[in-house]
């Protein structure tokens, strides 16, 4: 008999930065199928690298809110019209995944 009781946590349904970096990158299960900006695929990287600093304790919390505002502004910016609500709600996700593993690792 499974256990039908278990509590599910907001973490269990947390996407990865892995998923939400492939949506950026429009490849695999999260592409949308529509043109995708070169720009936003190419800097898709960049969430990845800061969430390695974040697991290495290499940063600050003020870099890492200054890095992923930066980030942030300039993915929505430079992805003009292209899908900017998706775009936009996908580095949002990317926000908080990140902040809540900052929190996890420093506490």
Do not use: W
Request: net charge positive; charged share 25%; with cysteine.
């Amino acid at each position: 008999m499974s256990d039908v009781s278990k509590k599910f946590r907001f973490e269990d349904l947390q996407p990865h930065v892995d998923m939400l970096c492939d949506a950026l990158e429009n490849k695999g299960a999260s592409c949308s199928g529509f043109k995708h900006d070169k720009f936003v695929m190419t800097n898709a990287q960049k969430y990845r690298d800061i969430l390695v600093q974040v697991r290495a304790k290499i940063c600050s919390f003020d870099t890492l809110l200054h890095d992923l505002a930066a980030l942030h502004h300039l993915m929505i910016h430079e992805s003009q019209n292209n899908q900017k609500y998706r775009i936009y709600k996908i580095v949002r996700a990317l926000d908080i995944f990140i902040l809540k593993e900052y929190n996890r690792v420093n506490n």
